[in-house]
């Protein structure tokens, strides 16, 4: 099969909700959270959170702006989530003490704790998908290359 150029394309074929791949990933997205949501009920996480947990996993303890650039998310966004995952015991916010404005998180002894808990996340998510790990990558590969190339579109149009 040949690639069509966007010209090729009739304009009433573009307005077909089922055309458009933004749509395709947010229901992709909407079924992710229904499987999440059943995934991280016995870690009393929800996905957002379980997000957060991951970065601080991986790289200890945050600037919240460094949490909010790994999730792609604002301040105001990430501040309710980390006040519920302290309040769940998970994480302790502290202001720097070398800049009143700048708060680091990190996780407590139960937040790290509950990292070996969330091991089987993974594999239950890509058992969910009924994908092989191959297309998987394959898939985030793709998706990344898109959100790298949409993020270049809009710097060049905020230029």
Not at 104 to 117: E, H, I, K, N, Q
Not at 136 to 145: Q, S, Y
């Amino acid at each position: 099969m040949s690639e069509r150029d966007v010209s090729d394309v009739p304009d009433e074929e573009f307005l077909r909700l089922d055309r458009q791949v933004c749509f395709s990933l947010h229901a992709a997205a909407r079924a992710f959270d229904g499987v999440y949501r059943t995934v991280l009920k016995d870690l009393g996480l929800t996905y957002p959170q379980y997000l957060v947990m991951l970065v601080l996993w991986e790289h200890g303890e945050l600037p919240v702006k460094r949490i909010g650039e790994h999730l792609r998310l604002e301040s105001g966004t990430l501040s309710p989530l980390l006040k519920r995952l302290e309040a769940a015991g998970h994480v302790e916010r502290r202001r720097s003490p070398h800049d009143e404005r700048s708060v680091t998180v990190r996780p407590t002894p139960s937040g790290t704790a509950l990292r070996a808990r969330a091991l089987a996340v993974p594999r239950g998510i890509a058992a969910a998908t009924g994908l092989p790990l191959e297309r998987i990558a394959a898939l985030r590969a793709e998706l990344d290359a898109l959100t790298a190339h949409l993020d270049s579109v809009t710097a060049d149009a905020a230029a």
